[in-house]
């Protein structure tokens, strides 16, 4: 299973003081935060895409993710989530394909349509045309990425003329592809057609309500010949602060959630809790909880917590990484990896994805794949 941290940059000034971090300083600390994750045992280190204050996460996430790329040799790097809808898929083919042979292949996207509405107008689009915008760019993508010498015409961008991208993915095999999506069901839809991954943030959201997201898109899985439903690829948000002891959890992290740019001023912390995976307490009260999911998301693949938000100390954030790395994540990927049936896939590799693609077994967008359910387990 893979298990890492994802950033959304937000510059938050922290209650206590008043003070908010430079823009400069956020960037390198969300550098070492994606450092520290690789030396505690962490997966993966993932990236949003804003393009206003009071986030600082980069309008080109290929860009910080190379720089950091540099500086791991294990970690794996993703984006959360790449802005579908308002980038050109013709330099979003380029500009990743360069980040993922930069990083020798440890590059994934998350792809969505944000959650910014003002983004649209800001590059000549409009919002009422979001799913359309995904499902055409993405379509174009996805045949960037596969093909050379294309010629294409949709209603959003000017038509190609024997068009192909440099570079080329590397091994001709291209970044494993996450749709994401809180309340879409096209999206979950547009992943089970292309036999890709479906990732859903569910930070904000109950149990009930992703757990018919994730249902939904196996379903579909499973209806355009990829696998069963239960082998889809799923990946879910996580949110938590841990101490030693929960009450000094709940004491110290109590100001920060009241404050919060996003939920600040809203909900309790004990109602955003009780309804949301935000789970404040013990590093053992986090495991139990994390674990439970399995119970309604089925086996999932991805789990990425966000820990440096909300004005949070530097220092404090490295600590919950820490915590996450070398006491929670370790057990939760054990016993997640023993529950999973052998031939349920585990998240996808440059290398698993370079066998399949060399053994014939890629999918088929919409159509059945040119291997059964069986055979796919044999890579």
């Known amino acids: 299973m893979e298990i890492g941290i994802f950033s959304i940059g937000d510059v938050t000034p922290d209650p206590h003081t008043g003070r908010a971090p430079s823009e400069h300083q956020r960037i390198m600390n969300m550098i070492e935060l994606a450092t520290t994750a690789e030396q505690v045992g962490l997966d993966t280190f993932a990236i949003g895409e804003h393009h206003n204050p009071p986030f600082v996460a980069p309008g080109t996430p290929p860009v910080l993710l190379s720089h950091i790329a540099a500086r791991t040799t294990t970690l794996r790097l993703s984006t959360a989530t790449s802005l579908i809808t308002t980038n050109d898929p013709v330099n979003m083919a380029e500009d990743y394909a360069m980040a993922q042979h930069l990083s020798d292949g440890r590059l994934s996207l998350m792809m969505g349509r944000g959650n910014t509405g003002q983004v649209y107008p800001w590059f000549g689009k409009d919002i009422r045309q979001g799913i359309q915008l995904a499902v055409e760019n993405y379509n174009l993508l996805h045949r960037l990425w596969r093909e050379k010498n294309i010629s294409w015409q949709g209603k959003f961008r000017s038509p190609l003329e ?74 879910l948000g996580g949110q938590v602060f841990m101490d030693e002891k929960s009450q000094d959890a709940v004491k110290f992290f109590r100001p920060y959630f009241d404050n919060a740019p996003v939920y600040g001023h809203g909900p309790s912390l004990e109602d955003f809790t009780a309804q949301t995976p935000l789970t404040v307490g013990s590093p053992q009260q986090i495991i139990e909880r994390y674990l439970g999911m399995r119970e309604w998301a089925g086996d999932f693949q991805r789990l990425v917590f966000l820990v440096d938000h909300a004005g949070l100390p530097h220092d404090v954030a490295l600590r919950q990484v820490e915590i996450l790395g070398t006491e929670v994540a370790p057990v939760i990927r054990r016993e997640m990896d023993a529950a999973r049936p052998a031939d349920v896939p585990d998240s996808p590799t440059h290398d698993w994805l370079v066998a399949r693609h060399r053994a014939g077994k890629d999918p088929v967008p919409g159509g059945r794949q040119n291997t059964t359910a069986e055979e796919d387990t044999d890579v």
């Open 162 to 235: 024997g068009y192909t991208v440099t570079p080329f993915p590397l091994d001709d095999v291209p970044p494993f592809v996450w749709h994401g999506s809180i309340r879409s069901p096209e999206i979950a839809e547009q992943a089970a057609y292309y036999g890709d991954g479906f990732f859903h943030n569910n930070i904000f959201w109950n149990p009930g309500h992703t757990a018919r997201m994730v249902n939904l898109y196996r379903q579909r899985y499973a209806h355009y010949g990829h696998g069963r439903a239960d082998q889809a690829f799923v990946g």
